[in-house]
């Protein structure tokens, strides 16, 4: 072999990635194949953190996603140190309009240049192509090559297509390897198959395969072929082309762009998006931000992507909706407020519930991938049906209007901590509405006199507001009935807190509100000791049921992290809007705002416990920390993307069967521990009292699995930042021994009853350990959160 196959520069670059894994393996990892050709070679797969390629000055010697390369035996080079060849190279990372300062489109009209080549966004997974001699090739994903333990994997059927398509043309991978080898390039395509794994656009027969849209120098530095290259290639050796069109200015690519987002179709079909390919220049006049230059060279290749959301996300959001509906059942399933605000969203949902119930044999593999793009032609082809277009009539929303109607009640949908009697309030004093409180109500049998009096105030007020927490739906359905005789028809609006946000993130915010008002309610008090009001937060988070569509007439959807005077403007715009009122002052509002902050019950109901000393409060179970991050979404993305499809089986059957935990936390002690853990669990215990608990940040490592459950690893926790407690959490934090954070981890599910969660403590230790015989896991490449420390019941 000749030396001039491992240029110096690349062979340096494996090198410093080597050095840096060593120094920061959290920082960049990698894992060695054998090339399925020729199992005596080694390859090497590097995986750098997905968030620092956001940083500027990069903290890698190399932007590159998805980069592979082996060690050159000795004889091969005439260099006294080992050397390095970089067998295959992925594309620079590259990111969407606005994700970050150097693709504002403002910058790359600055730093970049003609011409400006939109190839088309292919809905499927990466493949590489490329040589490691002149007779043979390897075909990988992006970080993964060969067999891995499962049916088969993304490379693999990348390889079986990649084979369909020499075929075809009378070639074969030795010619194709040798072609590659004498250009040292590496190929990129996609890899779209919906008979083995289907994402949101549908690939016919015909456009099933590998797409090709770019071909790299296999080098250090980041040089892709042009269009005219990519697509003779593509010719020759069989792969589909990647449809692709050029402009000569960001202008002419923005005005493009903008008008395809207007349908999201180009060419009669559906898209994800383009990805723009151009170089980078020198600043041109008028360039206001260094920290808007791209992190690349002048004269590099310089990538960025364009994606639309509709009909793309409206699509995804059809089949996460349908999963729902298919894991908690049709009548538990919580759909998020977030993923029904179209109109045709909400009439699909109506329509998927229906096939379930009447033809739920063809769901039988929704959640395992299958299924999902013929269940959402169904539905657009009955949508272009008589009963379709008008369903989907009825379903868009008609202009506010009052005539319909005669009186009101505004029915808050909430949790105890939203601030819904503040701004029942505050509405209350702006426009006159009558008020009346559930918490008011003394006695045994308080929700029929609560009912009698939202009635009785209709009498006197066109609008009322039962002030309820009103989070069961047999509260909205009582509303109606009681209302339900009179003519001309009461209308009822919701103000809608909707719990759509992780769990620990709506109990933290609610906590902290009950907490800072103190005693300032009737009947739920905060417990400045033991904290038992938070118990209260945690039962009506479970318990609460979203707000059907067909229960109320309208409503104004209310934001949790809204601060009050926030709140109130979000509901006065609402209901100016909806019931037509006039517009207040924003001195009248001010003033609406300062009475509902100062706002304290009339009557409170009396305390039947007796006040318990400290020795007598109850103790929790556990100390834990509660994530705040949406566990659900972060495992299904990454099993989405995953070629673990063993992990997958077991996810989506967790799902299916309704077994991942319904409040992820990570445990630091349990009361089972002691007396042997007494100064972690008294250390726990004075985090979880304090006035205002600091946060902790870490790290969401690894997915691990056994044959009986699901876990995720806890890793790099830390005080999360400068706040109250900081000097408390950061003793905390020292004082943790290297046995505990080996042991943190969230139990995500177990296969079956019977089944103990504390398994997965087991699980994770043997892991770290080394002890991997019958261990899966799958990275989840640098997913973060925070929490907070507290004493847990159950």
């Not at 083995?196 to 027969?205: A, K, T, W």
């Not at 033991?530 to 118990?535: M, Q, V, W």
């Not at 924003?586 to 109901?605: F, G, H, M, S, W």
Request: aromatic share 8%; proline share 5%; charged share 25%.
């Amino acid at each position: 072999m000749s030396t001039t196959r491992f240029p110096l520069e690349d062979s340096q670059l494996i090198h410093d990635l080597h050095q840096l894994s060593k120094k920061s393996p959290k920082l960049v990892r990698s894992t060695v194949y054998s090339a399925p050709s020729d199992p005596s070679i080694s390859i090497r797969s590097w995986k750098m953190n997905e968030f620092k390629y956001y940083d500027v000055p990069s903290p890698f010697p190399t932007l590159a996603r998805g980069l592979f390369s082996r060690e050159i035996p000795s004889g091969d080079d005439q260099q006294g140190e080992q050397t390095y060849q970089i067998v295959a190279r992925g594309y620079d990372k590259f990111f969407n309009i606005g994700e970050v300062p150097w693709t504002d489109w403002s910058s790359l009209s600055h730093h970049t240049g003609p011409t400006y080549t939109l190839s088309l966004k292919s809905n499927g997974c990466i493949i590489f192509i490329a040589p490691i001699s002149n007779s043979k090739l390897i075909v990988a994903s992006k970080h993964a090559l060969g067999p891995q333990g499962v049916a088969e994997t993304h490379s693999e059927v990348g390889h079986r297509w990649l084979k369909k398509h020499l075929a075809d043309k009378g070639k074969t991978e030795e010619q194709l390897a040798a072609d590659l080898w004498e250009k040292s390039w590496t190929a990129v395509a996609e890899l779209c198959d919906d008979s083995f794994e289907e994402h949101v656009l549908p690939y016919s027969s015909e456009k099933s395969g590998l797409h090709l849209h770019g071909i790299n120098k296999t080098t250090k530095g980041f040089h892709t072929m042009p269009t005219e290259t990519v697509d003779a290639f593509a010719e020759e050796w069989g792969f589909i082309k990647t449809p692709t069109i050029t402009f000569d200015s960001i202008p002419d690519v923005k005005l493009f762009t903008d008008d395809i987002a207007k349908t999201g179709k180009w060419n009669g079909e559906a898209l994800e998006g383009f990805v723009v390919r151009t170089h980078v220049v020198d600043a041109k006049h008028g360039s206001t931000s260094r920290d808007a230059c791209p992190p690349y060279p002048t004269g590099s290749s310089f990538f960025f992507k364009v994606k639309f959301d509709e009909p793309y996300m409206m699509y995804r959001d059809w089949r996460e909706v349908t999963k729902s509906l298919l894991s908690k059942g049709i009548s538990d399933a919580k759909l998020p407020k977030s993923k029904l605000k179209r109109k045709e969203t909400r009439l699909y949902v109506d329509w998927v519930k229906k096939e379930i119930k009447h033809n739920p044999s063809a769901f039988s593999e929704f959640t395992r991938g299958k299924g999902i793009i013929a269940t959402r032609e169904r539905f657009l082809k009955w949508m272009e049906t008589d009963d379709g277009k008008k369903d989907l009539t009825l379903e868009s929303e008609a202009p506010p209007t009052t005539k319909e109607f005669g009186k009101t009640i505004i029915v808050p949908l909430a949790i105890p901590g939203c601030g819904k009697t503040a701004v029942s309030v505050a509405l209350a004093s702006l426009f006159s509405f009558g008020h009346t409180q559930s918490d008011d109500v003394q006695g045994k049998k308080s929700a029929p006199t609560f009912i009698r009096n939202v009635v009785n105030l209709l009498k006197n007020h066109d609008v009322v507001i039962a002030d309820k927490n009103n989070h069961l739906r047999q509260h909205r359905e009582s509303l109606r009935e009681a209302v339900a005789k009179m003519d001309p028809p009461v209308r009822l609006l919701a103000l809608n807190w909707a719990l759509d946000q992780p769990q620990a993130t709506i109990h933290r915010i609610c906590g902290d509100r009950v907490f800072s008002r103190g005693d300032k309610h009737q009947t739920l008090r905060a417990d400045t000791l033991a904290k038992s009001h938070e118990d209260v937060i945690w039962q009506f988070i479970r318990s609460s049921e979203d707000l059907a569509d067909s229960e109320v007439d309208a409503s104004i959807e209310m934001n949790l992290e809204d601060d009050l005077e926030q709140a109130v403007k979000r509901a006065v715009a609402g209901c100016v809007s909806i019931l037509g009122l006039r517009q207040p002052s924003a001195e009248e509002i001010d003033e609406a705002v300062l009475k509902a902050r100062n706002y304290a019950p009339q009557t409170k109901k009396p305390d039947n416990k007796k006040s318990k000393k400290k020795d007598e409060q109850p103790t929790p179970r556990y100390f834990g920390l509660l994530p705040e991050v949406d566990l659900h979404a972060v495992i299904e993305k990454r099993m989405e993307e995953a070629e673990a499809k063993g992990g997958k089986a077991f996810w989506n059957a967790l799902v299916t069967e309704n077994r991942v935990t319904q409040r992820p936390h990570v445990t630091f002690v349990h009361k089972n521990s002691l007396p042997g853990a007494v100064e972690l669990w008294e250390r726990c215990a004075k985090l979880h009292s304090m006035v205002s608990p600091p946060f902790f940040t870490f790290a969401l490592g690894h997915l691990v699995w056994n044959e009986r459950v699901l876990a995720v690893t806890v890793d790099d926790f830390e005080l999360g930042g400068s706040a109250d407690g900081g000097q408390e959490g950061s003793e905390f934090v020292s004082t943790l021994s290297e046995e505990v954070r080996k042991s943190l981890h969230i139990t995500v599910g177990t296969d079956k009853d019977g089944i103990s969660p504390f398994e997965a403590k087991a699980l994770v230790e043997e892991w770290r350990s080394g002890k991997r015989s019958g261990v899966d896991l799958l990275d989840l490449e640098g997913v973060t959160a925070r929490g907070r420390i507290k004493g847990l019941s159950n």
